[in-house]
């Protein structure tokens, strides 16, 4: 898996996400944006995607499209509609894109250079503008809004939020 922290300036969603498509189709890998407000941290995505890997392999994925099955964990809902909130939108973003290519015949080393190459193409979109550490700071009212975490819950533990917004992932798994 590999994440590129970047800003992106998006005019037109649906040709953005066609152009994301077509990389994905050109690379053999799956490709997905997220606004980085809603991603917790690198772990958040690993865990997303483990869990929608997992779904597809006991046939359990409730989307058709891996892309969409990762969306749907990391927000921590089955719903496709509220976990769209958590996708980029019109306009700037500070995103997060991952980029897998898992499930293909490549070895670890070519997908590595698969998922590079996808990378480097992301970067070539209109949209791209440049690659700046968005997950170096959470939004923390947005991750607690959005995955429900309330300040009892934060002050009852030393958990981290990120560890909580990972909960939450999680119990999506048990929950289904």
Excluded at 145 to 169: K, N, Y
Aim: hydrophobic fraction near 45%; charge should be negative.
């Amino acid at each position: 898996m590999e994440l590129l922290e970047c800003r992106l300036r998006i005019d037109d969603i649906d040709a953005f996400v066609a152009d994301l498509a077509e990389i994905g189709d050109r690379y053999n890998v799956t490709i997905q944006a997220f606004d980085a407000r809603y991603v917790a941290d690198r772990a958040h995505l690993e865990q997303a995607l483990a869990f929608a890997d997992r779904a597809f392999e006991r046939g359990e994925n409730v989307a058709r499209d891996r892309a969409v099955e990762i969306l749907l964990y990391a927000a921590g809902r089955r719903q496709i509609d509220r976990a769209l909130e958590m996708g980029v939108s019109k306009g700037d973003n500070r995103a997060v894109v991952l980029i897998d290519c898992a499930g293909t015949d490549a070895g670890e080393s070519d997908s590595e250079e698969t998922e590079t190459a996808a990378l480097e193409a992301v970067t070539d979109l209109e949209a791209f503008v440049e690659r700046t550490g968005t997950l170096a700071r959470q939004d923390k009212d947005t991750l607690c809004a959005f995955f429900d975490v309330p300040p009892a819950e934060r002050a009852a533990t030393d958990a981290s939020l990120a560890a909580l917004v990972r909960e939450r992932v999680a119990l999506l798994e048990v929950e289904k």
